[in-house]
C-alpha cells in the first residue's frame, strides 16, 4: 500500500512538474498586461495641434435632418406574379401555370404634399401592384405616372387622406467631397433607417455612361429610392446602387444626382416622357489601347474624337482633337463630368462650353439637340435620323441612315444605306427603329428593306 501510495506521488509530480515547464516554455500567453496608468500611449502624426473644441466638430449635429427626412421616405412594395410550370406535366404539354406571387420592396422620397413620389425604376419594375407605407404606418396603393430606366428614376403617386410632409430637390452640384451625408430608406424591411457617411465622390460612371454620388453611408437591399441628405436636410440625391460581391453593403454606395433626378421627374409632369439634349460629341474610353496609345487616358478633360453630323456640338464648330475643359461653369475632368450635367438640361438650352485648342482656350455656345443617333438592340447597328440632304439623295422621307455596322454583319454592305422596314413594318426614326430591332426574335426570321444611295432597293433576310 505505501509502495503504491509512493508510486502515485511520484506520477502527480511528474505531472506537474511537464505541466509547469510546457506553460514556461511552449504555451504562449492569452493576454495582455494591463496597467492603470493615467497615461496613454500616443504616436506623433502632424506637428499642427488638433482643438477638439473646434466648431466643425461640435457644430456636427444630424438629429434635425433625419426628422425631417424620415416621415417624407417611404416603402414601396412592389408586388408582381410569375408565371412557372406547376408539374413536371405542365412543363413539357404547356398545360395551366402557376401564378406564384412575389413581393420586392424598396424606399421612396416624397416630393410633393398631395402624394407624388420620386423612386428608383427598378423598385417599381413590372409591378402589378404597388402599395406605399409611410412613416406613420399607413399604407396607399400607387399608380405610375412615368419612368426613365436609363437614369433609373421612376414617379409613382398616391391620394393621401392629409397633405404630406416631403422633401424638396436640392442643388446636387453644390455637394462637396468630404461632405457629410445621410441615407434614409427601408434596408431589409426595416422602416425609417438613417445611415451617416460623407460624399466620396462625384461624378462616378459604373459603365452606365451616368453621373453617381457615391458615399460611404451604409445603404443595402431596401434603400434603393432612398433619401440621400446632406446635414441641412437637403434632397441631393436617391439612393440607386452599391457595389458588391455578396449583395450587402460593403462600403460604398451610389445616388443619382437630385439634379438628374428633378430633370427627370419634371418632364414626366410636364411632358409625359424624359426630353434628352444632347451636345454630339463622341470620346473614347480612356481603358482603351487607342486612348491609352494616343495618351488621351492622360488627358484633364474630355477628349473629343468625333463630332455628330448636323448637332449643337457641329454646328457650334467644335472639332475633333479638341479637350472640353468647362461647361458653364462646372469643370470637367472626366466623361461622366459631362454627362451628369449635360442630363440636366433639355433640347433647346445653351451651354457655354470651354475647350482647349491647339494650345489656346476657347468659349462656344452650343446649343443643345434631340438625339439623332441610336444603336438599335439585338442587331447592334448604330442608325440615325435621316436629314433633308439625306432624303434628297436616298429619294426617301422616311427610313434611318446607318452608320455603324459592328464586325458580325460587316460582310452584308450595310453601312452607309437607309433601312425603310423590318418585316414590312415602316421606319420613320430611330425610336420607331430601337422598338422594331428590339422585337426582334433571336431564333426567327427578320427581312430588312434597304434602299441605297443610287435609288436602289434591296431585301436582306437575316435568321
Same mark, same amino acid.
Given at each position: ?30 493576454? =495582455? ?14 506637428? #499642427?495641434?488638433?482643438?477638439?473644441? &473646434?466648431?466643425?466638430?461640435? =457644430?456636427?449635429?444630424?438629429? *434635425? ?12 412594395? +412592389? ?14 404539354? !404547356? ?21 407624388? *413620389?420620386?423612386?428608383? +425604376?427598378?423598385?417599381?419594375? #413590372?409591378?402589378? =401592384? ?6 406613420? +404606418? ?35 452640384? &453644390? ?10 430608406? &427601408? ?14 465622390? #462625384? ?22 429610392? !432612398? ?43 410636364e411632358y409625359g416622357n424624359v426630353q434628352k439634349g444632347i451636345l454630339g460629341i463622341q470620346s473614347p474610353r480612356l481603358s482603351t489601347p487607342y486612348a491609352m496609345q494616343n495618351g488621351i487616358n492622360e488627358i484633364d478633360g474630355v477628349y473629343i474624337d468625333d463630332v455628330e453630323e448636323d448637332s449643337g456640338a457641329y454646328e457650334a464648330d467644335l472639332r475633333p482633337g479638341d479637350v472640353i475643359k468647362m461647361v458653364d461653369e462646372i469643370k470637367v475632368r472626366k466623361f461622366a463630368d459631362l454627362t451628369g450635367y449635360v442630363s440636366t438640361k433639355r433640347p433647346g438650352d445653351q451651354l457655354n462650353v470651354t475647350i482647349e485648342r491647339e494650345g489656346k482656350e476657347l468659349s462656344l455656345a452650343v446649343t443643345l439637340k434631340e438625339r439623332q443617333t441610336i444603336v438599335v438592340p439585338i442587331m447592334g447597328l448604330t442608325v440615325k435620323n435621316l436629314t433633308e440632304k439625306d432624303k434628297e439623295i436616298f429619294g426617301t422621307d422616311v427610313g ?6 459592328? =464586325? ?7 453601312? !452607309? ?26 431564333? !426567327? ?7 441605297? +444611295? #443610287?435609288?436602289?432597293?434591296?431585301? *436582306?433576310?437575316?435568321?
Amino acid at each position: 500500500m505505501k509502495k503504491l501510495a509512493s508510486l502515485f506521488m511520484v506520477a502527480v509530480l511528474a505531472g506537474a512538474v511537464t505541466l509547469g515547464a510546457y506553460k514556461a516554455f511552449f504555451e504562449k500567453p492569452q493576454y =495582455e498586461m494591463i496597467e492603470d496608468s493615467t497615461e496613454m500611449s500616443v504616436f506623433t502624426t502632424s506637428n #499642427k495641434a488638433v482643438s477638439y473644441d &473646434n466648431p466643425a466638430y461640435s =457644430e456636427i449635429n444630424f438629429t *434635425i435632418a433625419a426628422e425631417n427626412t424620415v416621415n417624407a421616405v417611404v416603402h414601396v412594395k +412592389n408586388l408582381t406574379t410569375n408565371s412557372s410550370p406547376g408539374s413536371l406535366f405542365d412543363y413539357f404539354y !404547356g398545360s395551366q401555370d402557376n401564378q406564384r406571387p412575389q413581393i420586392g420592396t424598396g424606399s421612396g422620397v416624397i416630393i410633393s404634399a398631395d402624394g407624388y *413620389i420620386v423612386t428608383n +425604376n427598378h423598385v417599381i419594375a #413590372k409591378a402589378n =401592384e404597388l402599395r406605399v407605407t409611410l412613416n406613420n +404606418n399607413k399604407t396607399y396603393e400607387a399608380e405610375i405616372i412615368g419612368t426613365d430606366p436609363n437614369t433609373d428614376i421612376a414617379l409613382i403617386k398616391i391620394e393621401p387622406d392629409n397633405k404630406l410632409p416631403y422633401l424638396a430637390f436640392g442643388d446636387s452640384d &453644390n455637394a462637396k467631397i468630404g461632405e457629410w451625408v445621410l441615407a434614409v430608406g &427601408n434596408p431589409f424591411n426595416l422602416t425609417s433607417t438613417v445611415t451617416a457617411g460623407i460624399v466620396s465622390a #462625384k461624378a462616378r460612371d459604373l459603365g452606365r455612361n451616368q453621373s453617381f454620388i457615391q458615399t460611404d453611408a451604409a445603404v443595402n437591399p431596401g434603400n434603393s429610392g !432612398g433619401a440621400l441628405v446632406n446635414t441641412n436636410g437637403d434632397l441631393i440625391g436617391i439612393n440607386t446602387a452599391i457595389t458588391s460581391q455578396t449583395g450587402s453593403y460593403v462600403g460604398y454606395s451610389f445616388a443619382v444626382p437630385s439634379n438628374i433626378a428633378k430633370k427627370v421627374v419634371e418632364d414626366i409632369m410636364e411632358y409625359g416622357n424624359v426630353q434628352k439634349g444632347i451636345l454630339g460629341i463622341q470620346s473614347p474610353r480612356l481603358s482603351t489601347p487607342y486612348a491609352m496609345q494616343n495618351g488621351i487616358n492622360e488627358i484633364d478633360g474630355v477628349y473629343i474624337d468625333d463630332v455628330e453630323e448636323d448637332s449643337g456640338a457641329y454646328e457650334a464648330d467644335l472639332r475633333p482633337g479638341d479637350v472640353i475643359k468647362m461647361v458653364d461653369e462646372i469643370k470637367v475632368r472626366k466623361f461622366a463630368d459631362l454627362t451628369g450635367y449635360v442630363s440636366t438640361k433639355r433640347p433647346g438650352d445653351q451651354l457655354n462650353v470651354t475647350i482647349e485648342r491647339e494650345g489656346k482656350e476657347l468659349s462656344l455656345a452650343v446649343t443643345l439637340k434631340e438625339r439623332q443617333t441610336i444603336v438599335v438592340p439585338i442587331m447592334g447597328l448604330t442608325v440615325k435620323n435621316l436629314t433633308e440632304k439625306d432624303k434628297e439623295i436616298f429619294g426617301t422621307d422616311v427610313g434611318v441612315k446607318i452608320t455603324g455596322v459592328p =464586325e458580325t454583319y460587316r460582310g452584308y454592305g450595310l453601312d !452607309g444605306k437607309v433601312i425603310l422596314k423590318i418585316d414590312d413594318e415602316n421606319v420613320n426614326d430611330i425610336y420607331e427603329a430601337k422598338t422594331l430591332f428590339g422585337a426582334i426574335s433571336r431564333y !426567327g426570321k427578320t427581312v430588312i428593306t434597304l434602299v441605297d +444611295n #443610287k435609288g436602289e432597293r434591296e431585301r *436582306i433576310v437575316f435568321q
